[in-house]
């Protein structure tokens, strides 16, 4: 078997206390982080990611409630964070009132933030995700949600690999 890729080796090799704030960074839910860590060691970035989606299948409500308060809202990224920032990027500054106003009406229909994978989309795309799904019935938005919580935690846990990566061991 070949060793696995130096950042995946170092998410590997995290200690416990370091690899929870790492994958806090990814998802706010601690049963998910809990049973990605309990996963290691992994050889490939494809077997983490695997454990990701089977971890974010697991979820109980509960948890999924935790893993969403985690996020801003789109439109409006958290500020000082690159990563909200960075997957927000597509959002244009006409578009962000709308998604702000549409955000709310979706808050007060489902009780938690509108959550999409936003990496790659433009605002328009969201926008019209944001409307489409607003009168979604708490059942078939709860799968939404936790499908694009699954797209989200699979980019961010491949940036967080790359990252490790490119960190200086010394």
């Not at 950042?7 to 994958?23: Q, V």
């Not at 990496?119 to 926008?127: D, F, I, P, V």
Request: aromatic share 2%; charged share 20%; proline share 6%.
């Amino acid at each position: 078997m070949s060793s696995a890729p130096p950042g995946l080796t170092r998410f590997n090799d995290a200690a416990p206390p370091a690899l929870a704030g790492l994958l806090r960074e990814v998802c706010a839910s601690t049963a998910w982080g809990a049973a990605v860590a309990a996963g290691r060691p992994y050889a490939r970035l494809d077997d983490l990611l695997t454990a990701s989606d089977a971890a974010m299948t697991a979820l109980t409500a509960a948890d999924l409630g935790e893993a969403v308060a985690g996020h801003p809202p789109i439109g409006r990224p958290t500020p000082g964070d690159p990563t909200s920032a960075r997957e927000q990027s597509g959002v244009r500054d006409g578009e962000r009132a709308e998604l702000l106003r549409l955000n709310l009406d979706y808050q007060d229909a489902h009780g938690h933030v509108f959550l999409i994978c936003a990496t790659g989309r433009t605002g328009a795309e969201m926008l019209a995700a944001l409307t489409a799904r607003i009168g979604n019935d708490a059942a078939t938005e709860g799968e939404i949600v936790r499908a694009e919580l699954g797209k989200i935690n699979r980019v961010r846990l491949t940036g967080l690999v790359d990252r490790l990566t490119q960190e200086d061991p010394s």
